[in-house]
C-alpha cells in the first residue's frame, strides 16, 4: 500500500537531486493535505489519494522549474500571518519580520498615523497593525493589481487599514494627509547587481526589485518629500540591502544634516537590514530641498 510518506520521501529526493530545499515537500504536502504540526505526521500514515498524488507531483515538477512554491500555492506567511501573493508582489521575506519587530517596540500601543509605502502583499502593514491596533494605518503601491491584493490580505487577517494608488508619498501630499511614521521597504536593487539569485530576478515581479541610482532611487524620493507629510517631526524606518547602509546615510545628511538622528539595525546574519531615522525641527530648518 503506497502511502503519503512515500510520496514525501519521493519528493524530498528529488529535491535533493538539484541542491533544493528539502522542507518544500512538507510545505507541498501540508497544503493539500491541509494539516500542519502532529496531523501532518497522522496523515503520512494514510494510503494515498491519486488526484492529490498528481496535485503534489504538478508542484514539484513546477518547484524543479525553480517556479517559487509561495507563488505556485498562492500564499505564504509572514509573522505568522497567511498572506496571499502572486507574481505581481514581491514574496515576503523572513528579514522583513526584523523591522516589524522594531517598530512594534518602539510604538507598542501608541496612536500614531503610520504609511507603508510600496505596501506589495501589505504583509508589513497587515502585521504591524495586528500588533497595535492603535495605529491609523495606510498603505499605498503605484500599482492598482497590488493593491487590490494587499485589500485582499486585509481583509483575510481582519485589519483596518487605508489604501491608496500611487507612488511612494504622492498619494499623501496629494491628499494632505499628516503622517507620523514611514516605513518603507522599497525596490532597492542596482540595475547591474550581479548577486541577485536568478530564480527571484527570473520570476519575481521587476518593479519590486530594481531601482534607478545605484537601487537608491525611493530612499531619495521619500527623504526629500517626507517634510510634505510630517508636520514638525517624524520617523521613517527603511529596510535596506545589505550593502547601502552608508550611502542611504550619505541622503539623510544631505537632506537633514542639523534635524536628524539615525540608528541602524542588523539582521539575524548579522547584515545591516533597518535604518531608523528621527527628523525634527522640520518647520525651522527645511531648506526648499522639495
Known amino acids: 500500500m503506497k502511502t503519503y510518506y512515500d510520496l514525501y520521501l519521493y ?26 504540526g502532529a496531523d501532518f505526521y497522522l496523515f503520512l500514515k494514510e494510503k494515498i489519494n491519486e488526484k492529490i498524488e498528481g496535485k503534489a507531483l504538478s508542484y514539484l515538477a513546477r518547484v524543479l522549474k525553480k517556479e517559487p512554491i509561495q507563488y505556485i500555492l498562492g500564499y505564504t506567511y509572514f509573522y505568522g500571518n497567511k498572506i496571499f501573493v502572486d507574481n505581481n508582489v514581491l514574496i515576503p521575506r523572513f528579514d522583513t519580520e526584523n523591522l516589524v519587530e522594531i517598530i512594534s517596540k518602539d510604538f507598542n500601543n501608541k496612536n500614531y498615523n503610520i504609511a507603508d509605502l510600496g505596501t506589495g502583499s501589505g504583509c508589513i502593514a497587515i502585521s504591524l497593525k495586528k500588533l497595535n491596533s492603535n495605529f491609523n494605518f495606510f498603505a499605498s503601491d503605484i500599482d492598482r493589481k497590488i493593491v487590490e491584493m494587499a485589500k485582499k490580505n486585509a481583509k483575510a487577517n481582519n485589519v483596518s487599514i487605508e489604501f491608496f494608488v500611487g507612488n511612494m508619498l504622492d498619494p499623501y501630499i496629494e491628499k494632505k494627509i499628516k503622517l507620523d511614521i514611514i516605513v518603507s521597504n522599497p525596490p532597492y536593487i ?45 520617523v521613517i524606518y527603511f529596510e535596506i540591502g545589505y550593502k ?47
Do not use: T, W
Not at 541577485?196 to 524620493?221: R, S, T
Open 11 to 36: 519528493i524530498q529526493k528529488e529535491l535533493e537531486k538539484e541542491n533544493m530545499d528539502k522542507n518544500i515537500a512538507r510545505i507541498i504536502l501540508e497544503d493539500l493535505l491541509s494539516s500542519s
Open 190 to 234: 542596482d540595475y547591474n547587481d550581479q548577486e541577485i539569485d536568478l530564480n527571484v530576478k527570473n520570476h519575481e515581479p521587476f518593479k519590486a526589485l530594481f531601482a534607478n541610482n545605484n537601487g537608491l532611487e525611493y530612499y531619495d524620493e521619500i527623504l526629500r518629500n517626507a517634510p510634505k507629510v510630517f508636520q514638525n517631526r517624524g
Open 244 to 290: 547601502q547602509k552608508k550611502e542611504v546615510l550619505d541622503l539623510v545628511k544631505k537632506y537633514y544634516k542639523k534635524n536628524s538622528e539615525v540608528e541602524s539595525y542588523k539582521d539575524l546574519s548579522g547584515l545591516d537590514r533597518v535604518i531608523k531615522i528621527y527628523l525634527y525641527d522640520l518647520e525651522k530648518n527645511y531648506e526648499n530641498h522639495c
